[in-house]
């Protein structure tokens, strides 16, 4: 269970970050669940810079 956990968590960095790491991706027993971190840290870099942009919108329409 924690090698899931770590393999998650270093997917959802990567994700973050946009980068991926193929051998961890094709891991055989963890690779899920680092695919799964790469998607979910993806999804929160995306809404992160999504936030930013509708602010940056509405700081210039004031």
């Given at each position: 269970?924690?090698?899931?956990?770590?393999a998650?968590?270093?997917?959802?960095?990567d994700?973050?970050?946009?980068?991926?790491?193929?051998?961890r991706?094709?891991?055989?027993?963890?690779?899920?669940?680092?695919?799964?971190?790469?998607?979910?840290?993806?999804?929160?870099?995306?809404?992160?810079?999504?936030?930013?942009?509708?602010?940056?919108?509405?700081?210039?329409?004031?």
């Amino acid at each position: 269970m924690e090698e899931a956990l770590a393999a998650y968590h270093a997917g959802h960095t990567d994700g973050s970050a946009g980068v991926r790491d193929g051998m961890r991706a094709n891991d055989p027993e963890t690779g899920t669940d680092y695919r799964v971190g790469v998607v979910d840290g993806s999804v929160v870099a995306f809404q992160s810079e999504l936030i930013a942009e509708v602010r940056r919108l509405l700081d210039e329409t004031r």
